[in-house]
């Protein structure tokens, strides 16, 4: 397939439990893509199994979308934090400009559990204005100094009013990233602080680039849990700017724990994540489970590994 300037370039990632994620997330980006543009996918395998990946392909629309898979050097990631549902798979975004050909000079970002609802040929071609990345205000966290915020923001020197930015939607300038070591800085501040790391990679990212960012229309990163939270009153909108925010998103990001694909999902556009769901490989698949707790993974590992540690005390 011929690429062009106007065709967008994106990158996101998965590991096997985000397959189902990411075939409604790229299936969605195809179907509100100008149909004259076409599609270049980067998916960062975290370990999808020769199954998935089959059941991927046969979900996208392959005349649309050149599809190349790429392998992290998990080594890398290795001393960086982990915790409840977040894996190592929210760190490959941080790999980027290593992973990617350095013939590719700008990409969008994407997680795998994003909504696509617009053109993104109107994000591809945006003027960044110099700055080395884009992305939207995360509107749970809304600066660095807030009580859930950049831990290390005073040592750090930045203002408490820096707005913090949400890392599930990014434009960014490859050129830059690279010349400015942007993914060696990234990764020394998560593995420096790592035992004040509350947002994972996110952290890192506002850390090194949050002085740096060009702040998106809200309508590319919608990050809401559900109708209520966060409440319009914890915003820097009225209620009418919030409703119309959520009525034309762009691109609609389920941002917490709590995912479509359980059945205690309450997000206004919970029903739409199905609507394309059932146009892949997983049509009419339908949850059976509430959102697991947070933390409940790390309970999980625990439990398995004082199981071992007793069998192997009873075998001596």
């Not at 990409?107 to 617009?118: F, S």
Request: glycine letters at 6%; one cysteine or more.
């Amino acid at each position: 397939m011929s690429h062009t300037g106007r065709d967008p370039i994106v990158v996101t990632s998965a590991d096997e439990a985000y397959a189902m994620p990411l075939a409604v997330m790229v299936r969605s980006l195809v179907a509100n893509l100008d149909p004259a543009r076409t599609l270049r996918l980067h998916v960062v395998d975290g370990g999808l199994t020769t199954r998935s990946r089959a059941r991927l392909t046969a979900s996208w629309p392959r005349e649309r979308l050149a599809i190349e898979w790429l392998v992290p050097d998990l080594a890398r990631l290795a001393k960086l934090k982990v915790s409840g549902h977040v894996h190592v798979a929210t760190y490959f975004r941080i790999l980027v400009g290593s992973l990617l050909p350095r013939s590719l000079h700008r990409v969008i970002y994407l997680d795998a559990d994003v909504l696509v609802e617009g053109d993104l040929g109107a994000l591809w071609e945006l003027d960044l204005a110099g700055h080395p990345i884009a992305a939207a205000r995360d509107w749970i966290v809304l600066t660095v100094s807030a009580p859930n915020g950049l831990a290390t923001w005073r040592e750090l020197g930045l203002d408490p009013d820096q707005k913090y930015f949400n890392a599930g939607v990014l434009v960014v300038d490859l050129a830059r990233w690279r010349r400015e070591r942007t993914e060696e800085r990234i990764l020394e501040y998560l593995e420096t602080h790592r035992e004040r790391i509350r947002w994972w990679d996110q952290d890192g990212l506002n850390a090194v680039l949050g002085r740096d960012c060009l702040e998106l229309d809200p309508r590319w990163n919608l990050n809401i849990r559900n109708r209520s939270f966060p409440t319009p009153e914890s915003l820097p909108f009225d209620r009418e700017q919030v409703d119309a925010i959520v009525a034309e998103a762009r691109i609609c990001h389920f941002a917490t724990h709590v995912k479509p694909w359980h059945t205690d999902c309450e997000h206004p556009r919970r029903d739409r994540f199905f609507r394309y769901l059932d146009q892949t490989a997983w049509a009419g698949w339908r949850p059976i489970h509430p959102a697991p707790e947070p933390g409940a993974g790390i309970g999980r590992r625990l439990a398995r590994l004082l199981g071992r540690l007793r069998r192997t005390s009873a075998d001596r």
